[in-house]
């Protein structure tokens, strides 16, 4: 058979075409089902917190994942229900999502919703709360180095003697964690004295905190450290603070980070003076990237621990860092993580 320029010119056209058309399949094959038709895929995020910045970042973080997988993402909010949060995870069951993001919540009201969900044969990860199932991978900011980090620093700034205030609500997972590490640096350093502790979950919670650390701070005029571990603690602390004109002569340390933190970190004076933190974010995609594992049936594994970094006033004021974007510009390990990233996952951004 004689190839005439027509003839050729035909081949190959007719290669290219086959070679787009095949091309499709083989693009979607790089991924794993069900994330070769992503728009099947709907997910749930049931949250128990949602007041304050770093909430808002979380929920930012898991809907810009789920945007970036191409999946339904539904965001059902039980402000502090937990009998509403319950209900939630039964409402996303009967949606009949793929898979559910657990945030936050009480054990005691989450544990048997959760396995209602797994039982259902819906994928299941929680963050910040546990659910007692072996079949929940945890995600974690890995609390009690969060507070290590903290409490670290506020040793180095004091030395090992001080009075102390410490602000505290148990049952709340992360922060039962970071209250083993409180635990632990009063066994080691015997000249830390908690004279008082105090908290809530009350909303506005900041405002709440400040009301109660205003009758702390009168009853125990010695403080002159207040460990508050939750960033709208330390809001609420540093009201009472600055209310009181003692922001020379208390630092606190928190966890959590946002750019209203490190907008009163910086003013002059104040007395925040360190923060440990992980980009909330960054823990948003977390959660999703490692839910979006599951379904594709992959092990995320049970514990899922995105590392903190330790921020401090002078470290804000000597890097010029006003915002979260300039903290994540500044510093690198702030701004991404690699946890629960499979190479075929799609990441924000990309």
Same mark, same amino acid.
């Given at each position: 058979?004689?190839?005439?320029?027509?003839?050729?010119?035909?081949?190959?056209?007719?290669?290219?075409?086959?070679?787009?058309?095949g091309?499709?399949p083989a693009?979607?094959?790089?991924?794993?089902?069900?994330?070769?038709?992503?728009?099947?895929?709907?997910?749930?995020?049931v949250r128990?917190?949602?007041?304050?910045?770093?909430?808002?970042?979380?929920?930012?973080?898991?809907?810009?994942?789920?945007?970036?997988?191409?999946?339904e993402?539904?965001?059902l909010?039980?402000?502090?229900d937990?009998?509403?949060?319950?209900?939630m995870?039964?409402?996303?069951i009967?949606?009949?999502?793929?898979?559910?993001?657990?945030?936050?919540?009480?054990t005691?009201?989450m544990?048997?919703?959760?396995?209602?969900?797994?039982?259902?044969?819906?994928?299941?990860v929680?963050?910040?709360?546990?659910?007692?199932?072996?079949?929940?991978?945890?995600?974690?900011?890995?609390?009690?180095?969060?507070?290590?980090?903290?409490l670290?620093?506020?040793?180095?700034?004091?030395?090992e003697?001080f009075?102390?205030?410490?602000?505290?609500?148990?049952?709340?997972?992360p922060?039962?964690r970071?209250?083993?590490?409180?635990?632990?640096?009063?066994? =080691?350093?015997?000249?830390i004295?908690e004279?008082?502790?105090?908290?809530?979950?009350?909303?506005?919670?900041?405002?709440?905190?400040?009301?109660?650390?205003?009758?702390?701070?009168?009853?125990?005029?010695?403080?002159?450290?207040?460990?508050?571990?939750?960033?709208?603690?330390?809001?609420?602390?540093?009201?009472?603070?600055?209310?009181?004109?003692?922001?020379?002569d208390?630092?606190?340390?928190?966890?959590?980070?946002?750019?209203?933190?490190?907008?009163?970190m910086?003013?002059?004076?104040?007395?925040?003076?360190a923060?440990?933190?992980?980009?909330?974010?960054?823990?948003?995609?977390?959660?999703?990237?490692?839910?979006?594992?599951?379904l594709?049936?992959?092990?995320?594994?049970?514990?899922?621990?995105?590392?903190?970094?330790?921020?401090?006033?002078?470290?804000?004021?000597?890097?010029?860092?006003?915002?979260?974007?300039?903290?994540s510009? =500044?510093?690198?390990?702030?701004a991404?993580?690699?946890?629960?990233?499979?190479?075929?996952?799609?990441?924000v951004?990309?």
């Amino acid at each position: 058979m004689k190839l005439t320029r027509r003839r050729f010119t035909r081949l190959v056209i007719g290669g290219a075409t086959a070679l787009m058309l095949g091309g499709l399949p083989a693009m979607a094959a790089d991924k794993p089902a069900p994330f070769d038709q992503p728009e099947k895929v709907s997910i749930a995020l049931v949250r128990y917190l949602s007041t304050g910045d770093f909430f808002q970042a979380y929920l930012t973080g898991a809907q810009e994942q789920a945007k970036a997988l191409g999946v339904e993402l539904r965001v059902l909010d039980s402000r502090q229900d937990a009998a509403l949060q319950a209900d939630m995870v039964d409402q996303a069951i009967a949606l009949g999502v793929d898979g559910i993001v657990v945030q936050h919540g009480l054990t005691e009201s989450m544990t048997a919703a959760v396995q209602r969900a797994v039982d259902a044969g819906i994928k299941v990860v929680a963050f910040d709360v546990d659910v007692q199932n072996d079949k929940v991978p945890q995600i974690e900011q890995s609390d009690r180095d969060l507070a290590r980090l903290a409490l670290e620093q506020a040793v180095k700034d004091n030395g090992e003697a001080f009075q102390a205030a410490y602000v505290y609500v148990p049952g709340i997972a992360p922060l039962d964690r970071r209250d083993e590490t409180w635990k632990t640096f009063k066994g =080691k350093y015997s000249g830390i004295e908690e004279v008082a502790q105090f908290g809530t979950l009350d909303n506005p919670i900041a405002n709440s905190v400040a009301n109660q650390a205003s009758a702390v701070l009168r009853a125990n005029p010695g403080v002159t450290v207040v460990f508050a571990p939750y960033d709208e603690f330390a809001k609420g602390v540093k009201i009472a603070v600055d209310e009181a004109g003692l922001s020379s002569d208390i630092k606190i340390y928190s966890a959590d980070i946002s750019t209203a933190d490190i907008q009163a970190m910086r003013e002059d004076p104040s007395a925040w003076v360190a923060t440990a933190a992980t980009n909330p974010q960054l823990i948003g995609e977390v959660s999703v990237r490692a839910l979006a594992m599951l379904l594709a049936g992959e092990d995320p594994g049970h514990n899922v621990v995105v590392p903190p970094t330790l921020v401090t006033r002078d470290m804000l004021l000597e890097s010029d860092i006003k915002n979260m974007e300039e903290l994540s510009q =500044k510093l690198p390990q702030f701004a991404s993580t690699d946890v629960a990233s499979p190479d075929w996952m799609p990441k924000v951004g990309e």
